[in-house]
């Protein structure tokens, strides 16, 4: 592990720290960090940060309850500049949003969501429907057919992927993968079972 003294702090004696989230790679915040803040972040495993404008050090969700669990750290090779990966706690902008970097000056205006949010999204729905059902929907009438139903779908989905992957048919696999990922998020939100814990159990897949 390097000496965190031998990292190249500005004049101040401060370091900027970018947060991201482990899972999601989504950029949470940017906050400074000095020699004593970086120390108390590896040891308490939460991001300490130097407040500029207060003057003295403070622990993220010291009052939010919103902290940062810190699962690795990471420097830039000019040694300036620190990348905190981190599991959030809850929202990370004091504005209830999970990043403070909400706001666009310029995105690509064809792409109406970001690809890497499409799961979490649509998870989100199927659990809105299943919370509020709205009449005529599918995921209303999966629920209302309860889990047996939900898990022959499942099996159905899971047997037509084989069947356009035998038959190398790209166009029906992307088509017969995505029912499956459906179906699959549908059973997840009947089982409680949240997209965190999946994502979870697969960074510890991709850590091995």
Not at 44 to 54: L, M, N, Q, Y
Not at 189 to 200: G, H, K, M
Request: proline share 2%; aromatic share 10%; glycine share 4%.
């Amino acid at each position: 592990m390097i000496d965190i003294n031998s990292l190249k702090y500005d004049e101040k004696g401060l370091i900027p720290a970018i947060i991201q989230d482990y899972s999601s790679k989504e950029v949470l915040m940017l906050g400074y960090m000095n020699a004593e803040s970086l120390r108390l972040t590896i040891e308490t495993k939460r991001t300490w940060f130097f407040s500029r404008s207060r003057q003295r050090l403070w622990n993220k969700g010291e009052t939010s309850g919103n902290f940062h669990v810190v699962k690795g750290i990471k420097y830039d090779c000019d040694k300036d500049t620190l990348l905190i990966l981190v599991k959030p706690m809850g929202p990370t902008c004091h504005t209830g949003k999970n990043s403070c970097f909400y706001s666009s000056i310029l995105e690509d205006e064809t792409k109406n969501i970001e690809a890497s949010k499409v799961f979490d999204l649509l998870y989100e729905r199927i659990l809105n429907r299943k919370e509020e059902p709205i009449e005529g929907s599918y995921t209303k009438y999966l629920f209302e057919k309860g889990i047996d139903k939900i898990l022959k779908k499942v099996g159905e989905e899971t047997s037509e992927v084989i069947i356009a992957s035998k038959n190398n048919d790209k166009e029906e696999i992307v088509y017969e993968v995505s029912d499956l990922i459906y179906h699959l998020l549908v059973l997840l939100a009947d089982r409680n079972v949240s997209i965190e814990e999946i994502r979870e159990e697969l960074y510890e897949r991709y850590k091995k």
